[in-house]
């Protein structure tokens, strides 16, 4: 994502809140933290929430009001947390942090998302004042969410819509490629060696099952059920050499 963003605190009262704000603003790489007619004193415990957000902190710009605030913008997202569904009730439907992650993406310029205060949120003019409403999905008896975990889910979702090849992010975690053939060959040898090993016939389809559904909720990777393969080889190379010393006994 190219655009650059700016995060709208308006009218926060708490004053750990902001400082974590400027944390996760910092973490997912907005440009400025923007405090409009702030409740909060911004002081000691924010400085203290904000750890590597505190360049964003002491420089964030002050406006008068919401409009003073996004005036620069080129685009104003506002985050509520009513959920409009298809009710004419609201100004407009809102979007996830997912799809306005997909919105956002191709967009250069300024782009402002915009938090209310934590007790009753931004306002019917403030969100008539935005060009897009976001809604964080939650439980219908709590949807209300902590200023600042609404910040990081947004945030987030913003930053990884520019994709794994986004040279600004820390790399994704390591896709791990599954190999059917190999399952395939561990669960023909496991049935190898409870027939050598004398487990009973009748248990044999059960438990052979009961290992195909265990892999199938661990994903093993291809080097994983190489391992177990071995383990499969080791255990009948040992029967073979328990029979080889007890036929040289004999």
Same mark, same amino acid.
């Given at each position: 994502?190219?655009?650059?963003?700016?995060? #709208?605190?308006?009218? $926060?009262?708490?004053?750990?809140? #902001?400082?974590?704000?400027?944390?996760?603003?910092?973490?997912?790489?907005?440009?400025?933290?923007?405090?409009?007619?702030?409740?909060?004193?911004? @002081?000691?415990?924010?400085?203290?929430?904000?750890?590597?957000?505190?360049?964003?902190?002491? @420089?964030?710009?002050?406006?008068?009001?919401?409009?003073?605030?996004?005036?620069?913008?080129?685009?104003?997202?506002?985050?509520?947390?009513?959920?409009?569904?298809?009710?004419?009730?609201?100004?407009?439907?809102?979007?996830?942090?997912?799809?306005?992650?997909?919105?956002?993406?191709?967009?250069?310029?300024?782009?402002?998302?915009?938090?209310?205060?934590?007790?009753?949120?931004?306002?019917?003019?403030?969100?008539?004042?935005?060009?897009?409403?976001?809604?964080?999905?939650?439980?219908?008896?709590?949807?209300?969410?902590?200023?600042?975990?609404?910040?990081?889910?947004? +945030?987030?979702?913003?930053?990884?819509?520019?994709? $794994?090849? %986004? $040279?600004?992010?820390?790399?994704?975690?390591? #896709?791990?490629?599954? %190999?059917?053939?190999?399952?395939?060959?561990?669960?023909?040898?496991?049935?190898?060696?409870?027939?050598?090993?004398?487990?009973?016939?009748?248990?044999?389809?059960? +438990?052979?099952?009961?290992?195909?559904?265990?892999? @199938?909720?661990?994903?093993?990777?291809?080097?994983?059920?190489?391992?177990?393969?071995?383990?499969?080889?080791?255990?009948?190379?040992?029967? %073979?050499?328990?029979?080889?010393?007890?036929?040289?006994?004999?």
């Amino acid at each position: 994502m190219t655009a650059r963003i700016d995060v #709208v605190l308006v009218r $926060p009262k708490e004053d750990g809140n #902001v400082g974590a704000v400027a944390r996760v603003a910092r973490n997912f790489g907005a440009d400025r933290l923007v405090l409009v007619a702030p409740r909060a004193r911004v @002081g000691t415990e924010a400085r203290r929430r904000a750890m590597g957000g505190l360049g964003l902190l002491t @420089g964030a710009a002050r406006a008068r009001s919401f409009a003073d605030a996004v005036v620069s913008a080129d685009l104003v997202v506002g985050t509520t947390d009513l959920s409009t569904g298809r009710s004419s009730a609201y100004l407009r439907r809102s979007v996830s942090p997912e799809r306005l992650g997909e919105l956002l993406r191709p967009l250069v310029g300024r782009i402002a998302i915009a938090f209310g205060p934590e007790d009753n949120g931004l306002s019917r003019d403030e969100l008539a004042r935005c060009d897009l409403v976001v809604h964080i999905p939650a439980r219908r008896e709590f949807p209300t969410l902590n200023l600042s975990h609404a910040a990081a889910i947004v +945030l987030y979702a913003l930053h990884r819509a520019g994709g $794994p090849g %986004d $040279p600004e992010t820390t790399p994704a975690p390591e #896709v791990l490629p599954l %190999d059917g053939r190999e399952k395939e060959l561990f669960l023909d040898r496991l049935g190898v060696l409870l027939t050598r090993t004398g487990y009973p016939a009748h248990k044999r389809r059960g +438990l052979i099952l009961l290992f195909r559904r265990v892999l @199938g909720r661990a994903t093993p990777t291809e080097a994983e059920h190489r391992m177990l393969l071995g383990l499969l080889k080791s255990t009948e190379r040992a029967l %073979d050499r328990g029979k080889s010393r007890g036929r040289r006994q004999r």
